[in-house]
């Protein structure tokens, strides 16, 4: 049964993804700018991918890695490769992108079912409504 607890749970759970999704996005340009002043300098190939990130990875992006390989964030050293960090960035976009896409299709199916039971007033409401909005535009963005 859809309660206002479960609405609000997954309108953070979305904003959450979408925050993200952002995050990587911010990661993968930073990175590919690094990757191509270094090719334009002449770097080694070899070079590029044991040359270390200046240490200034996004930190949900390092929690997520960190918590990937099953580390403490607070004492994992931030220094990926370029290529290496980069890879991953872009890896990790689709998958936001699907669990965005549940999380969004649960949202609207608890939205229903409140609408159903004329439980449709509140700010957890008009905040979820917004929420939904706002993705879907985000997904005709990325589709354009």
Same mark, same amino acid.
Request: aromatic share 4%; proline share 3%; with cysteine.
């Given at each position: *049964?859809?309660?206002?607890?479960?609405?609000?749970?997954?309108?953070?759970?979305?904003?959450?993804?979408?925050?993200?999704? +952002?995050?990587?996005?911010?990661?993968? !340009?930073?990175? &590919? &700018?690094?990757?191509?002043? *270094?090719?334009?300098?002449? &770097?080694?190939?070899?070079?590029?991918? /044991? /040359?270390?990130?200046?240490?200034?990875?996004?930190?949900?992006?390092?929690? +997520?890695?960190?918590?990937?390989?099953?580390?403490?964030?607070?004492?994992?050293?931030?220094?990926?490769?370029?290529?290496?960090?980069?890879?991953?960035?872009? *890896?990790?976009?689709?998958?936001?992108?699907?669990?965005?896409?549940?999380?969004?299709?649960?949202?609207?199916?608890?939205?229903?079912?409140? !609408?159903?039971?004329?439980?449709? !007033?509140?700010?957890?409401?008009?905040?979820? /409504?917004?929420?939904?909005?706002?993705?879907? *535009?985000?997904? /005709?963005?990325?589709?354009?």
């Amino acid at each position: *049964m859809a309660t206002l607890r479960n609405l609000k749970i997954k309108t953070s759970s979305c904003k959450r993804i979408v925050k993200e999704l +952002h995050s990587y996005e911010r990661e993968i !340009e930073r990175e &590919a &700018a690094k990757t191509a002043d *270094m090719k334009e300098k002449g &770097a080694d190939p070899y070079d590029l991918k /044991q /040359q270390l990130g200046s240490g200034d990875v996004d930190p949900m992006i390092a929690g +997520h890695m960190c918590l990937v390989i099953g580390e403490i964030p607070e004492f994992v050293v931030v220094g990926f490769a370029l290529e290496n960090v980069l890879a991953e960035s872009r *890896m990790m976009i689709p998958d936001c992108r699907k669990r965005l896409e549940a999380t969004l299709a649960d949202l609207k199916g608890i939205l229903d079912e409140l !609408e159903e039971l004329n439980q449709k !007033e509140g700010p957890e409401f008009s905040e979820a /409504q917004s929420t939904i909005a706002d993705v879907e *535009m985000l997904f /005709q963005k990325i589709e354009a």
